[in-house]
Antibody, heavy 117, light 107 residues
Framework: EVQLVESGGGLVQPGGSLRLSCAAS????????MTWLRQAPGKGLEWVAN????????YFVDSVKGRFTISRDNAKNSLYLQMSSLRVEDTAVYYC??????????WGQGTLVTVSS | EIVLTQSPGTLSLSPGERATLSCRAS??????LAWYQQKPGQAPRLLIS???SRATGIPDRFSGSGSGTDFTLTISRLEPEDFAVYYC?????????FGQGTKVAIK
């Protein structure tokens, strides 16, 4: 069974940094693209970034370019999202998901990031 | 960026009724369109990919149709567990984008 477990969320001040982690199990992690998505409280879904199997190809939504970095450690079956220069509008539940040719067929339970002073 | 517009915003129906949800894209996404179901406090679940292919384990009362810019998700007979929010998502180009969601509510 595919399992994705996010961690690292919390309360951070505007301008601060946070690193999210996603631990994967139940599938061959190194074979799949992976994605981060987010959902602001009471709002819809937003794709944030994705990363190819080897970590060499990555894409970001415009609103986080230059502030967020995505990476992975295939030896540890883990995906990461390094977030810096955080803004109030980055407040959301952040999900990691397995990227199956552009669709997201497995999701974690999410981790809440709150950016507030 | 491709904008997806879902309608209606809320659909109020009774169990056993048929639900028809619409998703319109601002430009063609060919058949690179997926549908997700999300219940309160839960992560979304993939229902449909390729506009019409059900994901593993999805009941056959869920069906998808359309291509290009106009897509439909149909739930043939609503079960109590189907009352939720439904999102369409395009994966024809980056950035991946979602519609704003349609809530299927109990009438």
């Amino acid at each position: 069974e595919v399992q994705l477990v996010e961690s690292g969320g919390g309360l951070v001040q505007p301008g601060g940094s946070l690193r999210l982690s996603c631990a994967a199990s139940g599938f061959t992690f190194s074979n799949d693209w992976m994605t981060w998505l987010r959902q602001a409280p009471g709002k819809g879904l937003e794709w944030v970034a994705n990363l190819n199997q080897g970590g060499s190809e990555k894409y970001f939504v415009d609103s986080v370019k230059g502030r967020f970095t995505i990476s992975r450690d295939n030896a540890k079956n883990s995906l990461y999202l390094q977030m810096s220069s955080l803004r109030v509008e980055d407040t959301a539940v952040y999900y990691c998901a397995r990227d199956s040719k552009g669709t997201f067929d497995s999701w974690g339970q999410g981790t809440l990031v709150t950016v507030s002073s | 960026e491709i904008v997806l517009t879902q309608s209606p915003g809320t659909l109020s129906l009774s169990p056993g009724e048929r639900a028809t949800l619409s998703c319109r894209a601002s430009q063609s996404v060919r058949n690179y369109l997926a549908w997700y179901q999300q219940k309160p406090g839960q992560a979304p679940r993939l229902l449909i990919s390729g506009a019409s292919s059900r994901a593993t384990g999805i009941p056959d009362r869920f069906s998808g149709s359309g291509s290009g810019t106009d897509f439909t998700l149909t739930i043939s007979r609503l079960e109590p567990e189907d009352f939720a929010v439904y999102y369409c998502q395009q994966y024809g180009s980056l950035p991946r984008t979602f519609g704003q969601g349609t809530k299927v509510a109990i009438k």
